[in-house]
């Protein structure tokens, strides 16, 4: 006869590896700008941003989760010397009107940002940037 306390160890490996993680799903559905953000063209005052169905490793972009969790995939240095390597940053982002006002981080400390959204559709996203301060650590 089987011993029951080896199969509880495998059944509990099976429920965690099917519960899904919110940060890593490609199912962001809600109001703008919820999504995943990438492919950046930048101009004079801001930026263009193409929605994509997830972020390509060592890619530059940005996912706005509904929850207002703000992700932004950047340079993991402070080196911008090829080959890149990207890390996740975290924050917050709220919304008003067409106003996005971000904290988040980056690998030298904090960041506060306020974007203006200029132009919006499903794929595309315009934004000029109103303000950018960053706290480096000390």
Request: with cysteine; aromatic share 10%.
């Amino acid at each position: 006869m089987k011993n029951p306390f080896t199969l509880l160890p495998i059944a509990l490996i099976f429920i965690v590896s099917c519960v899904e993680d919110p940060l890593l799903s490609a199912s962001d559905t809600g109001p703008l700008p919820v999504g995943s953000w990438s492919n950046v063209s930048y101009n004079e005052t801001g930026m263009t941003l193409e929605k994509v169905n997830k972020l390509q490793d060592n890619t530059y972009g940005y996912r706005f989760l509904g929850d207002g969790t703000f992700i932004h995939r950047a340079n993991s240095g402070f080196c911008g010397t090829p080959p890149i390597v990207t890390s996740d940053f975290e924050g917050s982002w709220t919304k008003d009107g067409d106003i996005l006002n971000i904290q988040g981080t980056f690998w030298g400390g904090e960041t506060v940002e306020e974007w203006q959204i200029i132009s919006s559709d499903n794929n595309v996203l315009t934004i000029k940037v109103l303000k950018n301060e960053l706290k480096m650590e000390e």
